[in-house]
């Protein structure tokens, strides 16, 4: 019993981490609609840059500065040259932007900082102790915090400052915001920069689990399942989701695959997000729309 | 029409009791009333009267929570949008839902898709009853564009037309599909005094030449009074009037309703 | 001046929904056909049929079938590589399994299944709509490419999931050279795109077109919207599968589960993104440009940048230069390749005026 509890705590820990690429998605979809799928990319160049200021022997914090400015750059680019070029196109045209969008920043990162997987210690011890009996890891109890903080500081944004208002007008009705005088293109540049800023601290964390290397903005892919089932608009559903998806594929791969030759984990995540679609179409805390015509 | 017939035959269509709401606001509140066959009813009232969700009520697209719909002999409690489709219930919408990325020719033939008898991969390999079927159905939607005289843009992508065609258009595609019963959902609005004319001439036109039932929303109550045989007035979701459009006119509840004095 | 309908008059509807209308459109596309099917395999060497010819028309092909879903009706799909896959190791199978089934019969087979497994995965799109769907279709490439991984049954027991081209045998002909496979491919991808083109203009492509575009409104006018969909992801499906029967058998010769990994599906979306959604041509041209465009980087790389770049500099640089091409294709020309074909001829018409008329 004692061992299920182990995998449920390690795959809830796990699910932080896919949370954290999902928060990114949800801000820019709550704020420009834009499914995008390039979030992914965003986490790998981010730290890919931040490791490599490391490298070349920058202080934690300065490296950190750069990276977050780099990001900053990277989304005025972004607003500048694609998302103010796509205003009023189909969302389907919108995610290939981003499609295109991930192609380029993955290949940028490439080409700046190589391709070899570079390893990233943010200081924390990553072995187990035990609590209750179980076993738990620093950095993962590290990783949970990081996120937990990150959702207070993102709703006190969204619900306190005039910005988080703005943003929040412009998701329930955008051409309503432009016409109270809410500067759209700002508030854009802000969400991706704030999304980049996540995808930061999401790469980092991952980066120090796994190694800053390419198979990060794959992550992504998995983000997918996570936001159906929390919902595309919801922060919090993000949260759940993503604990949702880390549990249930660690406890499907140990206790299910070994019938199925394992590897499940790959699939299962998709397949749970599938059949929860037909029972929730709208996702736990997403919001179901009344159709108008 | 005939209802001045002593003896009316039953109605085409008839709401019984019906109820909606979205969440917690009422959007229809215990509404009945009926249409005979071969008349032009209009739907009249305020903004937010719920004109349109009665329409989308009586084709399917909303549930309502309460009361049934008799349509040509059946009674309903929820409609389903095919069952309006195959029962010959057709519609415009509002807003324009035309196919905006077809020609005004393949929306056109669109309407017509219950009346193909030909199976998809008869037409795919164009074998069996196919080849003559696709052009029986291109002359009907030829006949409709004509009608309409939309000629001139048969080949042209929807999207781009300008508001008034694609107003016209729409109408032809519910027309393809040689309705009993056509719902408008404000054919005219957004329109000119020329363009109301033409329009106007087209929906009796329907009326008289195919004998369409025509279940109408229009604001411009001018247009109303000329066309219609029968005026339903909504209110906040209530039944206010109903009746000849001169009997309508002089109903002290729909003249507070349309000038604004206190209910 | 010599391309125009001056003179042509149509006076029958049957003359009206053909093809192609035009007489010189119609000359050019037999032309084009006896060009590659006598002149190309008499001037082409080997090099051109293997590493050109064969993945373009394959290519093609896919893209036929993902823009069947995504440019007619409207689905976004990212697992076009495992209806492949599908297609591949059903067919493969058929053929081990089935004593003398005849090759193309089991490609035939192979499509069906993959058909099939299409309906399965397009089942949630009836519930759900936009990029809900993606799950599905991401469901689906992990899941197929994890069972032909992991279930060794599928590649009879080789190591790796590895798949072999049985004999390419038809009709007693071997085509196993690279013309051969060539004409075989060619062959079949020319009935399948002129299938395509009658797909697309029957009711069936309507119905497509009607629910990609307000779907509501395709309900209200008595469209069965679940038979479409289905119908979308059941052929869109078999055209995949029969695809990647060819991209094993008659391209590759050998293929692991791998070779169809979500990198194929990203690709077979940028041919129709490139090429044109909504259209069949549209497949060729952007298949044309996703096989020709790293050959002609990587012979400007060698000759003009000798030793500046590595091939891992040139991939990323590759990389980078698509995406760019991606979006400046959907900010300019969203409707790819093909409408700039289309405005081309467009011109060609009334050249030397410079006005049309729809």
Known sequence: MSFFFEVLVGGLLAGVMYSLVAIGFVLIYKASGVFNFAQGSMVLFSALTFVSLLERSYPFWLAFVLTLLIMLVLAWVIERWVLRKLVNRSPITLFMATLGLSYIIEGLAQSLWGAQVHGLDLGINDEPFEVLGLLLSQFDLFASAVAGSLVIILSLFFNKTRTGIALRAVADDPLAALAVGINLQRLWLIVWGVAGFVGLVAGLLWGARLGVQFSLSLVVLKALPVLIIGGFTSITGCIVGGLIIGASEKLAEIFIGPYLGGGIENWFPYVLAMLFLLVRPAGLFGERQIERV | MNTTQPLSPPPLLQLEHISLSFKAVKAITNISFAVQPGEICALIGPNGAGKSSLLNVINGVYRPDEGAISYNGETFNIMQTHHAAERGITRTFQNIALFKGMSVLDNVLTGRNLHVRSSWLEQVFNLGRAPQEAVRQRKKAEAIIEFLHIQPWRNNVVGNLPYGLQKRVELGRALAAEPKLLLLDEPMAGMNTEEKQEMSRFILATQREFGTTIVLIEHDIGVVMALSDHVVVLDYGKKIGDGKPEEVRQNPQVIAAYLGTQH | ?358
């Open chain 3, 1 to 358: 001046m010599l391309y125009r309908e001056a003179g042509q008059f149509i006076t029958h509807y049957r003359a009206d929904q053909r093809l192609f209308r035009l007489r010189q459109d119609r000359i050019g596309f037999y032309l084009l056909l006896a060009s590659a099917f006598v002149l190309v395999p008499y001037c082409g060497n080997d090099y051109w049929f293997s590493a050109i010819l064969i993945p373009f028309l394959v290519l093609s092909l896919a893209g036929m079938g993902l823009n069947f879903l995504t440019g007619y009706a409207g689905q976004l799909s990212l697992g076009s590589a495992a209806f492949m896959a599908v297609g591949a190791f059903s067919a493969y199978n058929f053929n081990l399994r089935v004593e003398g089934l005849p090759f193309l019969l089991s490609i035939l087979l192979g499509g069906v299944v993959a058909g099939l497994t299409g309906v399965i995965f397009g089942l949630p799109s009836l519930k759900i709509k936009g990029f809900y769907v993606l799950v599905s279709t991401l469901a689906a490439q992990f899941f197929v490419q994890w069972v032909f991984t992991n279930f060794a049954w599928f590649s009879n027991d080789s190591s790796s999931g590895v798949i072999t081209a049985p004999p390419l045998d038809v009709f007693g002909l071997d085509l196993s050279s690279p013309a051969g496979r060539y004409l075989l491919t060619l062959t079949i991808v020319t009935a399948l795109g002129l299938l395509a083109a009658n797909i697309v203009r029957s009711e069936l492509g309507r119905n497509w077109m009607a629910v990609r575009d307000m779907d509501t409104a395709a309900a209200v006018i008595g469209i069965a919207i679940p038979k479409t969909k289905l119908l979308a992801f059941a052929i869109s499906s078999f055209y995949l599968g029969i695809a990647g029967s060819l991209w094993a058998f008659t391209y590759l010769g050998t293929v692991e589960p791998h070779g169809f990994d979500i990198n194929r599906s990203f690709q077979i979306l940028f041919i129709i993104i490139i090429g044109g959604m909504g259209s069949i041509l549209g497949n060729f041209l952007g298949a044309a440009f996703i096989v020709l465009f790293p050959v002609l980087m990587s012979h400007i790389a060698n000759g003009l940048l000798v030793g500046v770049m590595d091939s891992g500099h040139l991939e990323n640089f590759q990389k980078i230069v698509f995406g760019m091409l991606i979006i400046g294709f959907l900010i300019k020309e969203p409707n790819g390749l093909a409408s700039i074909w289309q405005t081309f001829t467009q011109q060609l018409r009334v050249w030397p005026l410079r006005y049309w008329s729809h």
